[in-house]
Every structure is written in C-alpha cells, then in structure tokens.
C-alpha cells in the first residue's frame, strides 16, 4: 500500500483542480493558492474548510475539527471514509487511471509528476518572493503613524500612543511596526482609503535550537482599512487584510521592559515573558495593560498555533476572546493552546472581563 500511495500522490497532486471538481468543489483559489468555503460535510455558514494548492500540491483543514492532510485525506474526509482509508486510495487511482497503466507507464508518468510539481513550485516560490518584495516595498512607503489618521483610529479604540505607559527604558512609545497609508485603494469595494498598515515579521530564524544567525524579515503587511475621518474602521468588507501569505508570522508591537530587540536579547541572555493576541488593537490593550511584557499580534486565531517562540521568552501569556458559542473557534484555541505549550514553557490564559476582547475592556464596555 505505502508503495501505491508513493506513486498515486504526485499523480493526483498533478491533477488537483481535475480532482477537486469531481469531489464537487469548484471555486478557484485566491491569493497566494488556497480555497475556502463552508465545509460540505457539515454544511456550516462559517468558511470552516481551506485547502490549499500553491506549490504543485494539495493540503487541507478544517478549522473547529482535527481533520487535515493531504490529497488522499481530503477525499476520505469527503466521502466520510477514515482518514488514510483504502476506500479513498482506491477512488483516486481509479480517478487517474492508475491501475489501467503496466508498471513501467506508472514510473514514467509519476516522474512527469514530479516534474510537474517542481516546477509549480518553483514558480510559486519566485512569485511568493516578489510578493513579498512588494509587500515591504508597500509598508517601507507608508508614513510614521504619529499624527496622521492611524493614530486618530487607535484613539478611537482608547489608545493614546504618546500616552503609552512609561516603563520602557529608553524605549520608543510608537510601535515602529505600524506605519499609515494616506490613500490606499480597497480592491474589492473599488474605494481609496485611509489605511492603517503593520508589517508581519517572521521570527522563525530564533525560534531554532540553537538560534540561527539570520535577520528577521518582513513577510507580509496588515492593513486596516479606516474610515475618511480616521474615527473608525472603514465600512468596507473585508475591512482587514493580509498580504501575502501569514503562516507563523506576527505583528511585533512592544519590546518590553528591556527595550531589546529579539536577537539582542538571546544575545544578552534575557529571559521574558511574551504576551500574545489575536489582533493589533488587543495587542495594544495589553501593552497599556502592562508595557513590561514583550507584545505580539498573532494575526489571527488560526495563526496562533505557528508563533515560533524564541529562546529568550520563558513564559507566555495568551489573551483570549470571549466566543466560547463558537465551537470552531474553541477548537483552535485549544489546539493552540497545546502547541505553545509544547515550547516547554509555562501558558497562562487571560480573558477580557467586558466585552469581547481586551480592548472592549479598555475601553469599558
């Protein structure tokens, strides 16, 4: 089986699109090569089920639920076959005509595949390369939040940026991650905005045991559309965006009681506490709450469980939002919860007492 399976997968990951039609999924995927859409074997509102196809492969997850993997578990998952089942196996090599094929056209036409998904992978590095280029580009071009429209927004969310907590030592009270764009079109409203702009930083490179010797990169930007006014968030949708992928990538916002950056840190033999939450807005919440801790946006809930921690954080503290109806959501968050923890370093876990967030209980409501 485990030598079928080696020689179906690159056949049908070659054929992905033709495979997804014939499961009944038709939508084509966004950005940088992923799919997301209410999940067929629940039929829930919420756009629960992703796959992603960028590279000359196919994966999934369904959010709110352990069911992931590659192109043989999503049509098990489909067909409500167990995960690796024969069943599946034997759908997909019917599907590209494996078992019509004598073992020498198998080898000739899984080496093609393989090819194939080189190329496709080659070519959706070099695009994700120059994405990224641009998304730098986009954020190294914004202006300095101080006086400008961003900061009339975070004001409206009850944070004073020059009114920061003192407590920094020498430390700068804007974080220099956010940075605002006077006029930056909304694609799919058509409309030119106002935008608060955050550039997500990939800290993997100290993550590593031993740390690597490489430079944290920008990767991507956060953009937060805002009214003409700055009052408020824009009446757009999506009114936030990421661009391009975000996958363990984060929004550094407070370096803490040490003023460090993270090399300097490790460096310095520092140990700290990180304190994590799921978008900007919280994250400066907390930073008002208590500037001593180093602050990070994780972006998203389910981006939460990629946040490499690195060497210099000894404890971690996790703000979380107050959606326990959401199942899916609960879900996540405990899955997350669990990857941190298996950093081998202490978790603990704050909930708003107002509202839905942190911020919702700086600002009393």
Same mark, same amino acid.
């Given at each position: 089986?485990?030598?079928?399976?080696?020689?179906?997968?690159?056949?049908?990951?070659?054929?992905?699109?033709?495979?997804?039609?014939?499961?009944?999924?038709?939508?084509?995927?966004?950005?940088?090569?992923?799919?997301?859409?209410?999940?067929?074997?629940?039929?829930?509102?919420?756009?629960?089920?992703?796959?992603?196809?960028?590279?000359?492969?196919?994966?999934?997850?369904?959010?709110?639920?352990? *069911? %992931?993997?590659?192109? #043989?578990?999503? @049509?098990?998952?489909?067909?409500?076959? =167990?995960? !690796? $089942?024969?069943? &599946?196996?034997?759908?997909?090599?019917?599907?590209?005509?494996?078992?019509?094929?004598?073992?020498?056209?198998?080898?000739?036409?899984?080496?093609?595949?393989?090819?194939?998904?080189?190329?496709?992978?080659?070519?959706?590095?070099?695009?994700?390369?120059?994405?990224?280029?641009?998304?730098?580009?986009?954020?190294?071009?914004?202006?300095?939040?101080?006086?400008?429209?961003?900061?009339?927004?975070?004001?409206?969310?009850?944070?004073?940026?020059?009114?920061?907590?003192?407590?920094?030592?020498?430390?700068?009270?804007?974080?220099?991650?956010?940075?605002?764009?006077?006029?930056?079109?909304?694609?799919?409203?058509?409309?030119?905005?106002?935008?608060?702009?955050?550039?997500?930083?990939?800290?993997?490179?100290?993550?590593?045991?031993?740390?690597? *010797? %490489?430079?944290?990169? #920008?990767?991507? @930007?956060?953009?937060?559309?805002?009214? =003409?006014? !700055? $009052?408020?968030? &824009?009446?757009?949708?999506?009114?936030?965006?990421?661009?391009?992928?975000?996958?363990?990538?984060?929004?550094?916002?407070?370096?803490?009681?040490?003023?460090?950056?993270?090399?300097?840190?490790?460096?310095?033999?520092?140990?700290?506490?990180?304190?994590?939450?799921?978008?900007?807005?919280?994250?400066?919440?907390?930073?008002?709450?208590?500037?001593?801790?180093?602050?990070?946006?994780?972006?998203?809930?389910?981006?939460?469980?990629?946040?490499?921690?690195?060497?210099?954080?000894?404890?971690?503290?996790?703000?979380?939002?107050?959606?326990?109806?959401?199942?899916?959501?609960?879900?996540?968050?405990?899955?997350?919860?669990?990857?941190?923890?298996?950093?081998?370093?202490?978790?603990?876990?704050?909930?708003?007492?107002?509202?839905?967030?942190?911020?919702?209980?700086?600002?009393?409501?």
């Amino acid at each position: 089986m485990s030598a079928l399976i080696a020689m179906l997968k690159p056949l049908a990951d070659a054929r992905r699109f033709e495979v997804l039609h014939a499961l009944g999924i038709h939508a084509r995927p966004r950005g940088t090569g992923y799919i997301r859409i209410s999940d067929p074997m629940s039929r829930d509102r919420d756009p629960s089920l992703v796959i992603w196809t960028h590279g000359g492969r196919l994966t999934f997850r369904r959010y709110g639920s352990d *069911a %992931a993997g590659d192109i #043989i578990d999503l @049509v098990a998952y489909l067909h409500g076959w =167990p995960r !690796g $089942s024969r069943e &599946a196996v034997r759908w997909l090599a019917d599907f590209v005509g494996l078992e019509r094929l004598t073992p020498a056209q198998r080898r000739l036409a899984a080496a093609r595949a393989h090819k194939l998904i080189e190329q496709e992978q080659h070519h959706h590095d070099e695009k994700l390369s120059l994405a990224r280029a641009d998304a730098f580009g986009l954020w190294r071009a914004a202006t300095p939040i101080e006086g400008s429209l961003g900061e009339v927004y975070l004001r409206s969310r009850g944070i004073v940026l020059r009114d920061l907590p003192d407590g920094v030592r020498g430390g700068a009270r804007t974080p220099s991650a956010l940075r605002f764009l006077p006029a930056h079109r909304h694609v799919e409203s058509g409309r030119t905005l106002p935008c608060l702009i955050a550039a997500c930083v990939d800290f993997a490179c100290f993550a590593a045991r031993p740390p690597r *010797a %490489a430079k944290p990169m #920008i990767q991507a @930007v956060h953009r937060t559309w805002l009214k =003409p006014d !700055g $009052s408020g968030k &824009a009446d757009v949708a999506p009114v936030k965006k990421v661009w391009p992928s975000y996958a363990g990538l984060v929004i550094p916002l407070w370096r803490g009681a040490s003023n460090l950056s993270v090399r300097d840190a490790i460096a310095s033999g520092l140990r700290e506490t990180l304190v994590l939450t799921e978008g900007i807005e919280d994250g400066l919440s907390a930073v008002v709450a208590n500037p001593e801790h180093r602050v990070w946006a994780a972006i998203s809930l389910n981006n939460l469980a990629n946040v490499p921690i690195p060497e210099c954080i000894d404890g971690i503290i996790v703000h979380r939002q107050r959606d326990w109806h959401n199942l899916q959501a609960v879900a996540a968050f405990e899955a997350a919860i669990g990857k941190l923890e298996a950093t081998g370093r202490p978790v603990a876990i704050v909930e708003a007492l107002a509202g839905k967030d942190l911020n919702d209980t700086l600002r009393g409501e």
